[in-house]
């Protein structure tokens, strides 16, 4: 498992490997572009060159792309349209100059409008942007719930792909948090076993090809995107340690999202912890 953390790209992607490090991560995740501003970042060549260095010299092992929230690539509106499919083939082209595992992309919003359409409308989004990359992957991440957004459920994330042509450079990120805040009880071995199960069945594992881990502010079923510290959450310590224990999350890059004792994103304490909780929840299984 590649425990890490989300950090700051500023003043290049090899200074995220740099702050990856100082928090111990063997995973580091960024934003290719400001996440407030629609314009996409492109690398300049010596950027690239100092990222792969850096990671050279690091104990980091995986770089993920989060696209911007600005995104919604199911949109019916023409330049939210436009503006998400520019940012997305950016962020899928940085992915694949810096030779990231993959982008991870809120599937979008139906808003106050029909699920089924929206889905086919993100469909067409995602096989476009794919269509103008490369080889990175896209990795469709599970919602908490709330408003129209889409891919709250597995038969979603199903749909999703299906509506976006099944290509295999097409994946999941789930994220512990809006697991739980969707209705998904996943605080338990035979709990989080059960909707491993499911995904199985409706999307396939072979699908899963990141993680997001946060505790959870908002209660089971709450459809509230509140990411909590590790522990500190309705997961507990001991539902962090059956998620961080899954042996089919093993190989597999776990980017924490959480606020920070100090608001500025997880510490080297917290992926500490996380190290912690895992070796325990091992030892529970037998």
Excluded at 36 to 45: A, L
Excluded at 67 to 79: H, Q
Aim: glycine fraction near 12%; proline fraction near 5%; include cysteine.
């Amino acid at each position: 498992m590649l425990i890490g953390a989300h950090v700051s790209p500023a003043g290049g992607p090899a200074k995220a490997v740099e702050r990856g490090t100082e928090r111990g991560a063997r995973a580091i995740q960024i934003f290719n572009q400001s996440p407030r501003m629609w314009k996409p970042t492109v690398y300049s060549d010596e950027q690239v060159a100092a990222f792969h260095e850096a990671m050279a010299d690091s104990d980091v092992d995986a770089l993920m792309i989060h696209a911007v929230y600005l995104l919604n690539a199911a949109s019916e509106d023409p330049e939210i349209r436009s503006k998400t499919l520019t940012s997305l083939i950016a962020s899928l082209r940085a992915g694949d100059a810096l030779g990231a595992v993959g982008v991870v992309l809120h599937p979008g919003s139906a808003k106050t409008g029909e699920v089924p359409p929206a889905i086919k409308r993100a469909g067409e989004v995602i096989r476009e942007a794919l269509a103008e990359s490369d080889s990175c992957a896209l990795h469709l991440e599970n919602t908490a719930g709330a408003g129209g957004t889409l891919g709250r459920s597995f038969h979603e994330l199903a749909a999703l792909i299906d509506a976006a042509g099944g290509d295999d450079r097409l994946g999941m990120c789930l994220d512990s948090c809006h697991l739980y805040a969707s209705g998904f009880d996943i605080r338990t071995e035979e709990g989080l076993t059960s909707v491993l199960d499911d995904c199985a069945s409706i999307v396939g594992l072979e699908r899963l090809h990141s993680l997001h881990f946060n505790d959870s502010q908002g209660g089971l079923g709450s459809n509230r995107d509140r990411h909590a510290d590790v522990g500190q959450g309705e997961l507990g310590e001991e539902g962090c340690a059956v998620f961080l224990s899954e042996p089919r999350f093993d190989g597999l890059p776990v980017i924490l999202e959480t606020p920070g004792p100090d608001k500025k994103g997880p510490t080297k304490e917290e992926l500490e912890l996380c190290w912690t909780l895992r070796e325990r929840g091992v030892k529970a299984r037998g």
